[in-house]
């Protein structure tokens, strides 16, 4: 076994540059919208649903059965098998012909980051106790946000000078490599190893009714389902939104949004995951109070930054919004790992995936291209300014379904742990 084999530090840095890819692999789209648009003449409606539901089609159709096997086999060997299909789709998009090519290429990818859902959070949960695990997974929601910035700043240069086709194919190769690196250099974790327990593997239907029985996890759901809504909302048509209401090029709008979104959003991600650990240490409820005041916030700053003509002045109210609007990524996802049996992890993140993507991530870019197409015969191309306000309302709803699981947190993390 090698030094980096079982540093939880090191496979840190490795999941870090997993989830960077993953996001990478769906934030290219975005920035590659236009051009797609531009060359099959898609209507914004068509282009909504590309973006999120074609993904999410399979993405959460096989998200639970492909994590109910996590939880009992070797989440390292699934994980790198995911990350080469998805990569290897993400490649093929570049050589789709028509719509229907590149919306099977995109359901293809959302099985392949199926796998790297559920069983990497599993994983790294195993690798990070609980007063720690915040953090954790808020570096790797972070990486997250370096992928999203890095799609932003290399997508849009890309696709002004080799075209959307080749941006696609450049974006498939890094995940090759590092699919390769993970199976080679990281170590399949006992179960329950981080808590120091040994964990005995649930019939999957005791499984289940272990966290189906939670009032914390169904809570943990409704704000990831709410809060997505609103978040790949805006992932998705706001450089589409740069460019049409600021009269932006897709590089422009690319590189403009790395420093204004994905830069920010890291910040924040980190920021949330750092500040809950130590608030934790007093309270447990504050690993969810932080993220329910930081989605409530964000709304307000949203509509401002979408009502100022003047980019410059709207920029730093978009930074702010961006800071703020996904804090809940890491701490939900680590309230989430913690209030569930050990033996059940990557299942149970997959159910709220089930509800959180199809509802979020499928209907939330989907009703932004909606919403703009249908209010374009009164608003012409600000109609999409109006449509990312209302998807921004939702994210009310995301920050009280956090409060409320911190009401119950404490008591169904512990009532859901295994005995030592």
């Known amino acids: 076994m090698t030094e980096g084999r079982s540093n939880p530090n090191y496979v840190l840095g490795i999941c870090f540059a997993l989830t960077a890819l993953n996001v990478m692999d769906r934030q290219v789209l975005a920035i590659t919208a236009g051009a797609i648009q531009s060359e099959f ?5 068509e282009l909504g649903v590309l973006t999120g539901f074609a993904f999410v089609v399979m993405h959460v159709g096989v998200g639970i059965p492909i994590s109910a096997i996590a939880d009992r086999a070797n989440r390292r060997n699934l994980i790198s098998l995911g990350l080469v299909a998805w990569s290897a789709l993400t490649a093929a998009t570049g050589l789709a012909q028509n719509y229907l090519q590149i919306f099977a290429a995109r359901i293809g990818v959302g099985i392949g980051e199926a796998v790297g859902s559920g069983p990497l959070q599993s994983l790294l949960s195993d690798y990070f106790p609980v007063a720690r695990r915040a953090t954790a997974l808020a570096i790797t929601a972070a990486g997250g946000q370096t992928g999203a910035f890095l799609a932003l700043l290399a997508g849009g240069l890309l696709v002004d ?24 250099s990281v170590a399949e974790p006992e179960r329950g190893a981080a808590d120091q327990i040994v964990v005995e593997v649930l019939p999957l239907r ?7 029985g939670l009032p914390a996890f169904w809570y943990l759901t409704a704000s990831a389902t709410f809060n997505q809504f609103t ?3 805006f992932l998705f048509f706001l450089p589409l939104a740069l460019m049409r209401l600021h009269g932006l090029e897709a590089s422009e709008a690319g590189v403009t949004l790395a420093f204004a979104q994905a830069a920010p959003t890291f910040a924040g991600v980190l920021c949330s995951g750092l500040l809950a650990d130590r608030l934790g240490r007093i309270d447990l409820a504050w690993h969810l109070r932080v993220p329910a005041i930081a989605s409530i916030l964000a709304v307000p700053l949203a509509i401002a930054f979408l009502s100022i003509n003047s980019l410059w002045l709207a920029l730093p109210l978009c930074a702010a919004m961006s800071f ?6 890491g701490t939900g996802n680590a309230a989430l790992q913690s209030v569930v049996h050990p033996s059940v992890r990557a299942t149970a993140y997959s159910v709220l995936q089930f509800f959180a993507s199809l509802i979020g991530l499928g209907c939330g870019p989907a009703f932004v291209g909606w919403a703009s197409e249908s209010l374009s015969g009164t608003y012409g191309e600000e109609s999409i300014r109006f449509a990312l306000m209302m998807a921004a309302c939702v994210q009310l709803l995301g920050g009280l379904a956090h409060y409320l699981a911190s009401r119950r947190y404490a008591r169904d993390m512990l009532g859901a742990q295994p005995s030592q």
Request: no cysteine; aromatic share 18%; hydrophobic share 55%.
């Open 41 to 45: 003449g898609l209507s914004d409606t």
């Open 231 to 233: 978040n790949y909302g």
């Open 206 to 212: 005791e499984g289940f009714s272990r966290f189906l």
């Open 161 to 184: 000078s080799l075209g959307w086709r080749a941006t696609f194919l450049i974006f498939g190769l890094p995940g090759l490599v590092l699919a390769i690196v993970l199976w080679r």
């Open 324 to 329: 703020l609007g996904t804090m809940w990524l």
